[in-house]
């Protein structure tokens, strides 16, 4: 069972859009969401990350959206650049836990 | 700024040998994680460690295992290796003066690959 889904597998923007990605958990537990950002054959590279008692967090051009009661959240890009093309995962994690929990990730393509 | 620090980058193995990951964590963070990544998968917890005692424990094979040294330097010991581990594996640490959150910070992973 997936604890943390993600949406869209795939996503292609083009160049200025926004890009969206939306991701839903059932665990109360979970008390902090990060989220991702891996190029292919790097390790994953923190982005950005939000706790619950927040509802939206904004780093540059990177947006994190957290809806408690409905226990999901989303990452909006925007002014989306080619080199943003990467795969985004969002994860969550509890308070008493030391892991990590990914989502499946998203293959964004930016298109110049 | 200094980075996980993992090695070797690329392990080839044939079956049924073993093979040892090393991971340096950044200056100042006492705890790592083990995380493995199979092809287009997301990464998968398999351990971590504080203070050189195991804290927390994943989807690790029972032919694996891992510590943690003096140096806060962990190694991951894999052994009677199969096929199906081959796969991209990442060392993260983190440390309490990351913040509260306590982030976690990833190496560049060593890609093993079992023929």
């Known amino acids: 069972q997936q604890q943390v889904k993600q949406s869209p597998q795939s996503l292609i923007v083009q160049k200025g859009g926004i890009s969206i990605i939306n991701c839903a958990y059932e665990n109360t537990a979970f008390d902090y969401f990060p989220w991702y950002q891996q190029f292919p054959g790097k390790g994953p590279a923190l982005l950005i990350a939000?706790?619950?008692?927040?509802s939206e967090k904004k780093e540059g051009r990177f947006t994190i959206s957290f809806n408690k009661s409905a226990k999901q959240f989303s990452l909006h890009i925007m002014d989306s650049q080619p080199g943003d093309s990467a795969t985004y995962f969002c994860?969550?994690?509890?308070?008493?836990?030391?892991?990590?929990?990914f989502g499946k990730g998203t293959r964004l393509h930016i298109l110049p | 700024a200094a980075g996980v620090i993992q090695s070797p980058r690329h392990l080839i193995k044939e079956k049924r040998e073993t093979a040892t990951l090393k991971c340096y964590p950044i200056p100042r963070h006492d705890t790592v994680y083990w995380y493995q990544q199979g092809p287009g998968q997301d990464p998968q917890f398999l351990i971590s460690?504080?203070?050189?005692?195991?804290?927390d424990k994943g989807s690790i094979p029972d032919r694996f295992s891992a510590q943690q040294f003096s140096d806060y330097h962990s190694e991951l010991n894999m052994s009677s290796l199969e096929l199906g581990d081959s796969a991209l594996y990442f060392c993260?640490?983190?440390?309490?003066?990351?913040?509260?959150?306590?982030?976690?910070?990833f190496g560049p992973g060593t890609r093993l690959t079992v023929l």
């Open positions: 993260a640490s983190s440390g309490l003066d990351e913040g509260s959150y306590n982030e976690q910070f």
């Open positions: 939000i706790r619950p008692d927040v």
């Open positions: 994860a969550a994690r509890g308070n008493r836990d030391d892991k990590i929990i």
């Open positions: 460690f504080y203070e050189k005692m195991q804290s």
